[in-house]
Structures are given as C-alpha cells and as structure tokens.
Nanobody, 124 residues
C-alpha cells in the first residue's frame, strides 16, 4: 500500500519561495514504475494539475507554474519535492501529493494514492 504525507505548507508573501515535501512509502524508487504528481485545489475550484515526475526522472508542469516550480525527488530519503519560486496570490490552495503506478497523467482521476494535503497561502 502506497502512503503519501505532505509537509511544508504555510503563509508566504508574494514573490517568496517555498518547498513542499511528500514522504513516500510503499514504492521502491529505484525499480518500481510510477508517477508522482502535485495537484492543488483552491476554494470553490476543481483540483488542478501542477507538476509530475515520472519514475524515469522526467518532469512536466502546468503552464501556470512552468518556469517557477520544480519537481524533484530524493531516492534515498524517498521524498518528493516541489520547489516553488516567485509565488503569486493565485497559487493559494491546498496542495496534494499523488501517485500512481500506471501511465503518467494530468488527470486527478487516474491517480490511485493521495496525501492529506497541505495549505499554502500567498499574501499580496
């Protein structure tokens, strides 16, 4: 059973930076085929794709965060990160770590495993 736990969310000023972490258990980083993703959900809005990292190391991002956010992983620590720079008030949301063991996707419905979410608030 894959389990995910996010941390790092807090209040930050616009233009600031923040790094989220997602502790992963139940996946073998070195051998399993998987996709780790970040999604976010703002109040009254649908959950939206932010970034994904494939087991091969490839990454891809939504247009709204491309160039500002970077997804990475630490294989030894079994942790997945989202480095967020130049944060904007529109980035305010609950951020979720997600995982699947199938094809990578930007669709939340194709992810089998989810963390509990961490709140990020960007003040203007």
């Amino acid at each position: 059973q894959v389990q995910l736990e996010e941390s790092g969310g807090r209040l930050v000023q616009a233009g600031g930076s923040l790094r989220l972490a997602c502790g992963v258990s139940g996946l073998t980083f070195g051998t399993d085929r998987y996709t780790l993703a970040w999604f976010r959900q703002a109040p009254g809005k649908e959950r939206e794709f932010v970034a994904a990292l494939r087991w091969s190391g490839g990454t891809y991002y939504s247009d709204s965060v491309k160039g500002r956010f970077t997804a990475s992983r630490d294989i030894i620590k079994k942790t997945y990160y989202l480095q967020m720079n130049n944060l904007k008030p529109v980035d305010t949301a609950v951020y979720y770590c997600a995982a699947n063991t199938g094809a990578s996707s930007m669709s939340a419905g194709l992810y089998d495993y989810w963390g509990q979410g961490t709140q990020i608030t960007v003040a203007s």
